[in-house]
């Protein structure tokens, strides 16, 4: 079994920061690709950044240049570092793993639980 745990989320002012969390455990073999996600009301949910094994990024043009994608030393951790908040940045974040297991073959896709970010003032 694969836990993801998110963390982070929280009310921030406009123009404010934020670094959002995804830890993964359980029988991980290899992450070969991480991605976060955000859903606001109302609105479907829409991909905002991915880092590959090889550490490549990309980025969704709404978040370009304030957003920076990154995993860490245990490569078990995604983070997400979020400056310049605009209130339109408000909605859940979800992070999303690609991953294998050392319990059988193949890849597989999980979930977070997601973790609500608000910028408010």
């Known amino acids: 079994q694969v836990q993801l745990v998110e963390s ?4 921030v002012q406009p123009g404010g920061s934020l670094r959002l969390s995804c830890k993964a455990s359980g029988s991980i073999s290899s992450i070969y690709v991480a991605k976060w996600y955000r859903q606001a009301p109302g609105k479907q949910r829409e991909w905002v ?5 090889g550490g490549s990024t990309d980025y969704a043009d709404s978040v370009k240049g304030r957003f920076t994608i990154s995993r860490g030393q245990s490569l078990n951790t995604v983070y ?5 908040l605009k209130a339109e940045d408000t909605a859940v974040y979800y992070c999303n793993l ?3 297991v050392t319990t059988r ?9 997601g973790t609500q970010v608000t910028v408010s003032s």
């Open 98 to 100: 690609v991953l294998s």
């Open 8 to 11: 982070g989320g929280d009310l």
């Open 49 to 53: 950044a991915t880092i590959t094994s």
């Open 80 to 84: 997400l570092q979020m400056n310049s």
């Open 105 to 113: 073959g193949g890849t597989y896709s999980y979930w977070g639980q």
